[in-house]
């Protein structure tokens, strides 16, 4: 359990050193959904070591899983639009994210 | 001995940490975004590996189906948003008609794949006993029911507000 542990709190760390020093929208995105998987492996790692016969830990995996996807569907929309309203403005922006 | 320094049982563990740190900080550090997008995919390719050797056999599925979908939409946005000016309205995709039908028929079974042997339906009216995939469907057709329906009811809402939104020529 302790290995498993170390592997997401290291997870999270990189996840906190994205979000802290990226500037970038999706970028900051791409961090925040290491966070989550962090908190995801803990759930999961908690409920087969600890809990006995128990499930809720990978049920709230599973939701958390979910609502990251639910957190990507709303910034991608915002980036899009973004671009979208930079476009009109400008006639070649679209280069306003470095693919 | 512990378990985790012994090869024949460790190494999995091992080399999926491996692989999720070091594509993790790929994906932080990565100066191009798309280089971040596919380090990122790595990683939760990787963690579903993670997922696996606890046991949690729908968490890999559901994880693998979910984070596919968004690979294929991300790949979509990157193929049409990459092209030059001149070149934005033949998108990367149409240029090759074989290519795109073989990738969009590769992902459709792949995706049909996950969601029978998930399929959440098949489990609803038996009782608990059995594997982990079997126990995780019952609990989210009878006690998780709630929670279930709202994060359903959520990603629907959001999919069909960015549709809107992006589709909206005012906007």
């Known amino acids: 359990m302790f290995y498993y542990i170390t592997l997401s709190v290291v997870l999270f760390t990189i996840g906190l050193y994205g979000v802290v020093t990226r500037r970038n929208m999706i970028s900051i995105l791409v961090a925040s959904i290491l966070l989550f998987s962090a908190a995801s492996i803990n759930f999961v790692t908690f409920n087969n070591f600890v809990v006995a016969d128990g499930h809720s830990g990978e049920l709230l995996a599973l939701i958390i899983t979910t609502l990251t996807i639910v957190q990507i569907t709303t910034v991608v929309t915002i980036v899009l639009l973004v671009i979208k309203k930079n476009k009109k403005d400008e006639n070649d922006s679209i280069s306003v994210i470095e693919w | ?171």
Request: positive net charge.
């Open chain 2, 1 to 171: 001995m512990n378990q985790f320094l012994q090869p024949s049982v460790g190494a999995p563990f091992w080399i999926f940490a491996i692989v999720i740190i070091v594509s993790a900080y790929t994906a932080v550090a990565a100066k191009r975004l798309k280089h971040s997008l596919f380090a990122l995919f790595v990683c939760l390719v990787a963690i579903s590996g993670i997922y696996a050797l606890l046991h949690a056999w729908f968490l890999v599925y559901m994880h693998l189906l979910l984070y596919l979908s968004v690979a294929g939409v991300m790949f979509y946005y990157y193929s049409v948003f990459s092209l030059k000016k001149n070149e934005q309205y033949h998108y990367l995709l149409t240029k090759n008609k074989l290519v795109a039908s073989f990738i969009s028929l590769g992902f459709a079974i792949i995706c049909t794949i996950l969601i029978a042997r998930t399929a959440v339906w098949r489990y609803a009216e038996r009782e608990l006993e059995g594997d982990n995939m079997y126990i995780i469907s019952n609990y989210l057709t009878t006690e998780y029911i709630y929670p279930f329906m709202v994060v359903t009811f959520l990603i629907i809402v959001s999919k069909i507000i960015a549709l809107k939104l992006i589709g909206d020529k005012k906007s």
